[in-house]
């Protein structure tokens, strides 16, 4: 076996493959995306490449992958085969991997020293937004998964700040499925400045030496007579909606005929008809809502089975039930057919579809033939995933759950650190199967893996080539696809490997001379200083750093600080707190959650709140009267002294941030330290006075004020007598207390 021989590569460990080398070669020219299968060495091309740039350009390696898992797999890899020497006299390694974890400062001073930087994008992008360190001196940026190089994923904002920052900047991209769209491959290519595209694929004479077997199979099952029971009467009640609908004059499918594009069309009209105020619309929209919920449970009980539709029939009982409950889910709970059928599942002793029963055959089968097996399967649903590993337990199996960070309702999310722990003891054989949902497709490299098992079809040509390429990636391979007959799975299954045979005849037609890939018009280098804050001041809550806005307000200018802020989205100076909502979360939150206590914290807590509404109308938004969210403007305007803004868009959100924060700048100094407002009462400057010690706010302020009467007062009070005021803690009162007596100067 012939091996690469470079000076940053350790001798005798990387394979010579011819198509790797040719693949490297072409991606030092230009801004390359690479798209290769699964178990083809994307990661080998990415770090040829590192060590050619490193070599011959100096600077910095950032390496970016979506999930902390695959970044931790990435680490690994480069730290066995790539040799860098640490920076000057540092004893610490030249590789780094960024988390949110650390802090800042510790942040910056690792990006200083190291070499070569792992990380999930959407951490560099924050330290980036808050100015801890630049992209000046990274001479490869690395995209992994670059198929998620649209929209407002934090690739794209990276990648046009890397080639509008960086002195000597290279952008190699990768991904094993782009899409079957063409156009959508032209999206990412133009998000991310690529200007050429190598591809291959398993037939093509360099790569397949190295292609290993991967067996794919469907197997039909049988849906058995109660869940068949249980879908009849659901559809049944879609049909009465549908009837519902077409009586209000609405343009419907036959039932047989409702897909996800059909629900789209429907809600297309209804939005239509509430933009013209027609009251057939608000009620339109809540039978729209029962449809689609009638449809998942459709969906539920044909691919993942009785258990998964019970809890979810539960589910959508508790709400309507329930105090909040939508009016979907209201009618729902009170529909007596739905409650019969609710009624019937809590009889259901034990799972009746037939697929937990072929997941668990499948896998004694596989490691009573190969006992050193390692097999994954992917289910869509938590509670799936749930099912099959007390399933597999129950029946001496060992296996692990691997699902997303958040936890929803009963079911835990496992933290980055864990799905790390749980991957290492998968490699090291401590147990045998993996149950994972969507976080476990993208990437992954468990060398032994040999068997995979689709417990439903999925109907995109990107999860099914992901979830396909976690088996057969260094020796043969078997996937096994659950198909439920005469259901959507059916369906799933032939809308895949449709989009799939599409994807890759529009993958042959790149790079071809009849299509060459267009580069993107990438702004002309700008100065570091462009992108070192030097503008107007802002906090921004670190939750809200998903949003085009904190990007916008980066590119004007702004010195952003990301912090977690107790109220509000935005902090100006020491007056101002902003509350950012689009229109559609403004109405949600008024029906879903307290948004007049949520605003009246943040109204309380400065002197000047501002809420800024963004885009749409409010009233055609939700089924709810026009007066009532007239009523709760006028609370907020009148009640609560918040100032209401309404912006276009996200753009025009962010350009009235910058007005805000370079007002509220302007107005520092001696001049307007205290202005004259001529329409303040005795009892509002007062508020004014107090609330301006630091840390107080308007609501302390009011406290105090009310127990002691008069500022004066309050600035003779005692410790003991600040304390003793309720809601004021003693942390509050020795602040009052002491800068009272402190002397000026």
């Not at 009586?247 to 297309?268: D, G, M, W, Y």
């Not at 998903?546 to 590119?555: A, C």
Request: proline letters at 4%; aromatic letters at 6%; charged letters at 25%.
């Amino acid at each position: 076996m012939d091996f690469i021989s470079h000076p940053m590569i350790k001798p005798d460990t990387i394979e010579k493959r011819e198509y790797q080398l040719a693949i490297a070669m072409k991606a030092l020219d230009a801004n390359t995306m690479v798209i290769l299968p699964t178990g083809l060495g994307k990661t080998a091309v990415a770090l040829l490449v590192a060590a050619s740039r490193l070599y011959n350009e100096g600077g910095k390696v950032l390496m970016l992958a979506p999930t902390k898992p695959l970044v931790e797999q990435h680490l690994r890899y480069f730290e066995k085969y790539l040799l860098v020497k640490p920076a000057g006299e540092s004893i610490a390694s030249p590789f780094v991997m960024f988390t949110g974890e650390a802090p800042p400062a510790e942040r910056t001073a690792e990006w200083e020293r190291a070499t070569v930087i792992l990380a999930t994008p959407q951490v560099i992008k924050n330290d980036l937004i808050a100015g801890r360190y630049t992209l000046s001196d990274v001479t490869l940026m690395v995209v992994d998964e670059c198929h998620r190089a649209v929209g407002n994923y934090a690739y794209v904002f990276l990648a046009q700040r890397y080639l509008g920052s960086a002195d000597k900047p290279l952008l190699l991209a990768m991904t094993a499925s782009p899409g079957g769209a063409q156009e959508k491959v032209q999206d990412v290519c133009a998000s991310l400045g690529i200007a050429h595209v190598e591809t291959r694929t398993d037939n093509d004479p360099d790569v397949s030496p190295y292609v290993f077997e991967r067996e794919l199979e469907y197997l039909s099952i049988d849906l058995p007579p109660d869940l068949k029971s249980a879908i009849a009467v659901i559809n049944g009640l879609i049909e009465e909606r549908l009837a519902l609908l077409a009586s209000l004059h609405f343009t419907v499918p036959k039932r047989e005929k409702l897909s996800i594009k059909a629900l789209n069309a429907i809600n297309a009209q209804i939005q239509q008809r509430i933009a013209s105020r027609d009251p057939a619309g608000y009620s339109a929209a809540s039978v729209y809502a029962e449809c689609m919920k009638l449809k998942h449970a459709v969906t539920l009980a044909e691919s993942q089975g009785s258990e998964v539709l019970k809890g979810y029939l539960a589910k959508l009982i508790a709400e309507g039930t329930g105090s909040g409950g939508s009016k979907a889910s209201q009618r729902l709970a009170a529909d007596q057919s739905f409650r019969e059928l609710f009624a019937r599942s809590t009889e259901w002793t034990k799972e009746l579809h037939p697929k937990t029963g072929f997941v668990l055959d499948l896998v004694k089968a596989q490691l009573e033939a190969f006992p050193k097996s390692r097999i994954i399967v992917f289910a869509t649903y938590r509670d799936t995933v749930q099912l099959l590993a007390d399933h597999l337990t129950t029946h001496g199996i060992a296996c692990e759950r691997f699902v997303g960070q958040a936890t929803k309702d009963s079911e835990k999310g496992l933290s980055q650190k864990k799905q790390i722990a749980a991957l290492t003891r998968f490699r090291e054989g401590e147990f045998r199967v993996l149950i994972a949902t969507s976080v476990g497709e993208e990437g992954l490299d468990v060398p032994s893996t040999d068997m995979v098992i689709f417990y439903e079809a999925v109907p995109s040509e990107i999860r099914s080539i992901q979830r396909k390429g976690r088996t057969g990636r260094h020796g043969a391979g078997r996937v096994v696809v659950l198909v439920t007959k005469g259901t959507s799975d059916e369906v799933f299954q032939h809308v895949s490997a449709s989009k799939e045979k599409m994807m890759h005849k529009s993958m042959r037609t790149f790079g071809s001379a009849a299509n060459p890939i267009q580069r993107p018009v990438v702004a002309d280098q700008v100065s570091i200083e462009e992108f070192t804050p030097q503008g107007p001041k802002i906090v921004i809550d670190d939750r809200e750093t998903s949003s085009k806005v904190v990007e916008l307000l980066s590119e004007m200018g702004a010195a952003i600080r990301l912090e977690r802020l107790p109220h509000g989205d935005y902090a100006i100076g020491d007056r101002i707190l902003v509350e950012r909502k689009t229109a559609r979360d403004f109405v949600d939150t008024l029906i879903n959650r307290d948004l007049l206590g949520q605003v009246k914290a943040m109204a309380e807590a400065v002197t000047r709140p501002v809420m800024i509404i963004e885009g749409g109308d409010l009233y055609v938004q939700r089924d709810i009267h026009p007066n009532a969210i007239k009523g709760v403007l006028a609370a907020l305007t009148v009640d609560m002294g918040v100032s209401l803004l309404f912006t276009r868009d996200e753009q025009d959100t962010a350009q009235m941030l910058m007005v805000l924060a370079k007002r509220e700048e302007g107005e520092r100094g001696e001049r307007k330290a205290h202005p004259h407002k001529t329409h303040r009462s005795v009892r509002e400057d007062q508020e004014y006075i107090v609330s301006a010690f630091p840390e107080i706010g308007l609501r302390n302020a009011r406290l105090l004020l009310a127990h002691f009467g008069s500022v004066q007062a309050i600035a003779n009070a005692s410790l003991e007598e600040l304390v003793a005021v309720k809601g004021i803690g003693e942390k509050t009162g020795a602040r009052v207390f002491e800068l009272s007596r402190a002397r000026y100067g």
